[in-house]
């Protein structure tokens, strides 16, 4: 299962990384920002994992397919939104909000699916949020190199990826 947490903190977090080439061009002042995205983002997936295991007593099986069906609905999500990343250059405290709600929303959302299918721990949250931060530190030592072009033709790839687990959640329950 931890390969499955894994996975899904990994292909929500691509947009970090998309993220990371903007951050490059847009401050001096990294560290501080990627540390603000990684605590914004773990502070929305601690969040929904926090009220689904208060609602835990009210879910149920029928609820736990809920959880693919949300993985479907963010890939599918993801393969029409826009990829603008905001840009904001005066306050480094809210850069790192707007951008760390940006970018963790899919972790958010990921996290409520986890947690819908009984993954609830205090370390999905955790293990979202650091795969958050290092994608965006990726994105950044990326951004200086020719490798950046090829990877911003796979742009269609972290969506699919999660309507492909999604749908292996929900046949799953059906197996």
Same mark, same amino acid.
């Given at each position: 299962?931890?390969?499955?947490?894994?996975?899904?903190?990994?292909?929500?977090?691509?947009?970090?990384?998309?993220?990371?080439?903007?951050?490059?061009?847009?401050?001096?002042?990294?560290?501080?920002?990627?540390?603000?995205?990684?605590?914004?983002?773990?502070?929305?997936?601690?969040?929904?994992?926090?009220?689904?295991?208060?609602?835990?007593?009210?879910?149920?099986?029928?609820?736990?397919?809920? /959880?693919? =069906?949300?993985?479907?609905?963010? /890939?599918?999500?993801?393969?029409?939104?826009?990829?603008?990343?905001?840009?904001?250059?005066?306050?480094?405290?809210?850069?790192?909000?707007?951008?760390?709600?940006?970018?963790?929303?899919?972790?958010?959302?990921?996290?409520?699916?986890?947690?819908?299918?009984?993954?609830?721990?205090?370390?999905?949250?955790?293990? =979202?949020?650091?795969?958050?931060?290092?994608?965006?530190?990726? /994105?950044?030592?990326?951004?200086?190199?020719?490798?950046?072009?090829? =990877?911003?033709?796979?742009?269609?790839?972290?969506?699919?990826?999660?309507?492909?687990? /999604?749908?292996?959640?929900?046949?799953?329950?059906?197996?």
């Amino acid at each position: 299962m931890i390969y499955f947490i894994l996975t899904t903190a990994f292909v929500v977090s691509i947009d970090s990384l998309v993220c990371g080439f903007s951050l490059a061009l847009n401050t001096k002042k990294k560290s501080p920002i990627i540390l603000g995205i990684v605590l914004i983002v773990f502070l929305m997936c601690f969040s929904v994992n926090y009220l689904t295991n208060f609602f835990s007593d009210k879910l149920n099986q029928r609820t736990a397919s809920l /959880g693919g =069906i949300i993985l479907i609905c963010v /890939g599918i999500y993801n393969l029409f939104k826009k990829k603008d990343i905001p840009k904001v250059k005066s306050n480094i405290f809210k850069q790192s909000i707007i951008t760390g709600v940006a970018v963790g929303f899919d972790g958010a959302l990921a996290n409520l699916s986890l947690a819908l299918m009984g993954l609830n721990q205090i370390f999905v949250p955790i293990i =979202i949020a650091v795969m958050h931060g290092i994608m965006i530190a990726i /994105g950044i030592n990326l951004s200086k190199t020719t490798l950046a072009k090829k =990877i911003a033709k796979i742009e269609f790839m972290p969506p699919l990826i999660l309507i492909v687990l /999604g749908a292996y959640k929900l046949l799953g329950l059906f197996i």
